[in-house]
């Protein structure tokens, strides 16, 4: 049906030029722009170099790949540049793609490919119709008519979550710019009210968990409420709500760097799309102070700890899911310490697999196991995607203020069916951000669980069940093993020492790890501090503290540059 429609909406009566246009507000990078520039065309973790021609007539390596070209926000790294190179290649890609797919052919017309479309060729029109001949604006228009009338027969179809925003705020703002469109407007600011009131919780989250996309939710009903209020139109009750309830999570899920927390297949954000996004709201609420989106922030001094203490997204929600419970990240400054490895979905198959099991996060996992486990495979945005399964029934969470600092314990029941145990985690923040205490727990406490657990002996022929507490490291953390082996010490890029410990119940080693990011050509090498051990009795505990040492002052003047996050 997206494919008639779009042939359909080619004989349509197109738009002939602008009511007005929305302020841009898309935030392009600059290098990224002059990689496209060079003919390095870097998407979904597949570089393709290809300098004398134009990225319609590259062969799309995955699925991934065609869509991010498809939905043009490319467009955006060249307008960053700005420069006469930036614009003719801006200009003749556009072209050429209403050459090729303007009839309604080729992977870009859906409905939130088309929306995202729709923006940036809108907040780009200037820069894409500088010096053009007549006959190329007009076709412009036309095109731009013809994907709005395609987008408001389809955007229906648009999954729940961000697909439909998209949809639903591309078709918001072509109304509002195009000529004969406004009819569009309210119809889509309805649809767009109730989107706003079904798929954002009270707590200010979405199904999925992942806190990127709920950014990119949150600057799209940022740029659709500033639309509108350009165009003397009021946003719906409930859109206004779901910004307001949106913006103290994204600052609880925001590290003392300014990026996100990286759970559930999210990554730390575009730079400057959360400072932006968050200023452009107007809401001046602080970081909610219990749960946001099922995750806990710790802070103090110059250190933040993000917790992930809420069930995994369940059913179709969890297409992207990670078997997180109880992971952590923590960050010093401008500088992350301990992370998740992050979603490896840009590096293929067996990566992004790899990315989603419990010991790629910072968290304790029993040898072999995730808290929860992938399952059936499940068709969701066209692609095929393994849905978590068997995920803990049970997620509980205590908070506590000390006169020295915060502290946060949280359990959980995902080795219940496999081990009979209980996982619980307790973290103790300082006040000045300098120590944190941890302490984690195995028990078999019920009666059922103390049966499980001797099964699984059994199975092991009483030889203790294995298990590692993991601490994934930042690339640029240095860390060496230190006190004959009873510590491990960090050296941060800032000059910050940090020193690691444990009660000596279990064995202590610096193993390889990765870091993945989505633009990078494969996964950057990093470390892990692992506490190995076994547990023999129904319950099991190992303490551990991350401390800055002595010497290391409490304001460090961080002037070290940061590598690009590309290569």
């Known amino acids: 049906m997206d494919r008639v429609q779009a042939r359909l909406s080619t004989l349509s ?5 602008f009511v007005s246009q929305p302020e841009p507000r898309t935030i392009g990078t600059f290098a990224r722009g002059r990689q496209l520039i060079a003919g390095n065309f870097l998407f979904a973790g597949f ?16 699925i991934e790949f065609a869509e ?21 290649r801006a200009q003749n890609w556009t072209a050429d793609w209403m050459t090729r797919h303007g ?7 859906v409905p939130d490919l088309t929306g995202r479309r729709l923006i940036r060729w809108i907040n780009n029109a200037i820069f894409l119709m500088n010096g053009q001949d007549p006959k190329v604006t007009q076709a412009f228009y036309r095109s731009l008519g013809q994907q709005t009338i395609f987008l408001s027969r389809r955007w229906k179809s648009a999954a729940h979550g961000l697909p439909r925003f998209e949809a639903l705020v591309g078709l918001i703002y072509a109304g509002l710019s195009l000529t004969g469109m406004d009819r569009h407007v309210a119809p889509a600011v309805k649809a767009l009210s109730r989107e706003c009131r079904d798929q954002i919780d009270a707590e200010g989250g979405i199904p999925t968990r992942n806190p990127e996309e709920l950014l990119e939710v949150f600057t799209l009903l940022t740029w659709a409420a500033a639309a509108l209020s350009g165009a003397g139109k009021v946003a719906s ?12 999570t994204l600052r609880a899920l925001r590290h003392t760097d300014g990026g996100l927390a990286r759970f559930h297949g999210g990554g730390r954000g575009l730079e ?7 200023a452009a709201s107007g809401v001046r609420a602080t970081a909610n102070s219990g749960l946001s989106m099922g995750y806990v922030r710790l802070s103090g001094g110059r250190t933040s700890v993000v917790i992930d203490a809420a069930k995994p997204p369940a059913a179709e929600a969890s297409g992207n899911a990670h078997a997180s419970t109880l992971g952590f990240e923590l960050t010093s400054g401008r500088r992350p310490v301990i992370v998740n490895c992050g979603s490896g979905a840009s590096f293929g198959v067996e990566w992004r697999r790899a990315g989603r099991a419990s010991q790629s996060h910072s968290t304790l996992v029993l040898e072999g196991y995730s808290s929860s486990r992938l399952g059936a495979k499940r068709m969701i945005g066209g692609l095929s995607r393994e849905l978590l399964d068997d995920i803990p029934s049970e997620v509980g969470l205590q908070q506590g203020t000390e006169p020295d600092g915060t502290s946060v314990t949280s359990w959980h029941n995902g080795y219940v069916p496999t081990h009979g145990l209980i996982h619980a985690r307790r973290l103790d923040l300082s006040s000045d951000g300098r120590v944190l205490v941890g302490e984690d727990t195995l028990g078999a406490f019920s009666d059922a669980q103390k049966k499980r657990w ?13 298990f590692s507490a993991r601490f994934h490291l930042h690339p640029d953390v240095d860390a060496e093993i230190d006190m004959g082996g009873a510590a491990v010490s960090l050296e941060l890029k800032s000059g910050e020492i940090w020193i690691f410990r444990h009660d000596g119940s279990c064995e202590i080693t610096l193993e390889p790890s990765v870091y993945l990011e989505r633009n990078r050509l494969k996964p950057r090498p990093s470390r892990q501090i692992v506490l190995s051990g076994r547990v023999y009795e129904h319950t099991g505990q190992i303490n551990w503290t991350l401390a800055k040492a002595q010497d290391t002052p409490l304001g460090v003047r961080d002037l070290v540059q940061d590598e690009p996050a590309f290569d």
């Open 103 to 109: 009839r309604g052919s080729g992977p870009g017309w």
């Open 47 to 62: 570089l393709v170099e290809a300098p004398e021609h134009s990225i319609w007539d590259i062969a799309p390596p995955s």
């Open 237 to 248: 009750r409930d859109h206004v709500a779901a910004i307001e309830r949106i913006a103290p």
């Open 272 to 278: 400057g799309r959360l400072d932006h996004a968050l």
């Open 68 to 88: 991010e070209i498809q939905g043009f926000t490319w467009l955006d790294d060249l307008a960053a540049v700005g420069d006469r190179n930036a614009r003719l």
């Open 454 to 466: 001797d099964a699984a002996m059994d199975r092991v022929r009483l030889e203790g069940i294995p």
């Open 13 to 17: 009566r197109p738009a002939t030029g």
